[in-house]
């Protein structure tokens, strides 16, 4: 299929021509990096826009069963709902926590629903860059929301909230010394914290860590981009499915909220130049990871390990070298 009739297709919605799409900018190939490249820029030309939702949690929190939750909600509503992953685990270990196909039975049935799990690549700069160019398929294919989960660790949570609208902490009921535990780079990212397995004899505690946790929030620096009250800690319930809608009014007050008032273009806007820089900084690394670039290094570092050469010396050596076209 040529880049026109793909670019068509998923314009059209069509689910095969998307995860093919999406297999496409996972690959590594040149040729297909230049293939994928442009039909990227083939279907930004059509603007369309997801309402994008990353959502990050530690293992066991419930993000798969929030996911089906939430996701057969919004399907229940009518939406459109792709689920994409952005899994670390899978760039250190080869395994994943995240893929597991079995995850989301119910969701992964629905016809309006379309989910696919984390690509592996080697260190989570491939992974992110695969992560946000899928998320454009998936806007591109006219999905109404794109839910981006990851696990809680590292990392993965600054790169899955530039590439999100609204960006999720789920949370699991816990006593005051695990707050301390969030780190609070992660609580500033939050647009939501949603205390989750408010249930049955875990409710007590989930009714005091979300009062903790809104506290918390309280004693945030307030950002530009929110709403007198954001951002808020709601208590849900995956497994009964409760809370999911009160947190979809959230989502959607606050989003409306930011698009009066030009914080979703500005935030938009930000990200894409983020990512500009990203791209920028991998593609420098990429021509430092030649072979010949390679036993250049090895043999700067014998100099400079051997006090012939100074650090900043060999560094501007091999800059010099190797960073041309
Ligand atoms: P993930 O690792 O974050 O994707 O977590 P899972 O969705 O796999 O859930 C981990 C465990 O927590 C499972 O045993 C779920 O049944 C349970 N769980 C998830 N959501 C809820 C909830 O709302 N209430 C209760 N009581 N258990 C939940």
Redesign the pocket.
């Known amino acids: 299929m040529d880049t026109e009739q793909l670019t068509q297709k998923i314009l059209d919605g069509d689910r095969r021509a998307l995860a093919r799409a999406i297999t496409l900018v996972e690959s590594g190939r040149e040729d297909h990096r230049a293939k994928a490249q442009e039909l990227l820029s083939e279907l930004a030309k059509h603007k369309r826009q997801s309402l994008r939702i990353g959502l990050s949690?530690?293992?066991?929190?419930?993000?798969?069963?929030?996911i089906e939750s939430f996701g057969m909600m919004l399907t229940g509503l009518g939406l459109r709902v792709a689920v994409l992953a952005v899994d670390p685990s899978s760039a250190r270990s080869g395994g994943s926590?995240l893929g597991d196909k079995t995850?989301m039975e119910r969701l992964s049935r629905e016809r309006n629903a379309f989910i696919r799990p984390s690509p592996s690549q080697s260190h989570l700069g491939g992974v992110a860059r695969r992560s946000r160019e899928a998320v454009a398929l998936c806007e591109a294919s006219g999905f109404d929301v794109v839910l981006i989960e990851t696990v809680g660790v590292g990392q993965s949570e600054t790169v899955v909230a530039e590439m999100s609208d609204l960006f999720l902490l789920?949370l699991a009921p816990a006593g005051g010394d695990e707050l301390q535990g969030v780190k609070r780079g992660i609580m500033e990212m939050a647009d939501l914290i949603l205390v989750?397995?408010?249930?049955?004899p875990?409710k007590p505690v989930a009714t005091r860590t979300c009062a903790d946790y809104a506290g918390a929030l309280r004693l945030l620096r307030k950002r530009p981009q929110d709403p007198e009250g954001y951002p808020k800690a709601l208590m849900?319930?995956?497994?009964?499915q409760h809370g999911l809608e009160q947190a979809w009014e959230e989502m959607q007050a606050l989003t409306a909220w930011r698009r009066d008032n030009g914080h979703w273009e500005h935030r938009r806007a930000d990200q894409s130049c983020y990512w500009f820089d990203q791209e920028v900084r991998q593609a420098l690394l990429a021509r430092l990871h030649t072979a010949s670039a390679q036993s250049a290094m090895a043999e700067l570092s014998g100099q400079v390990a051997k006090g012939a050469l100074t650090p900043a010396a060999a560094a501007q050596q091999m800059l010099q070298d190797h960073l041309k076209g």
């Open positions: 949690g530690t293992p066991g929190v419930g993000k798969s069963t929030f926590i995850r789920l989750n397995k408010a249930d049955g875990l849900v319930s995956a497994v009964e």
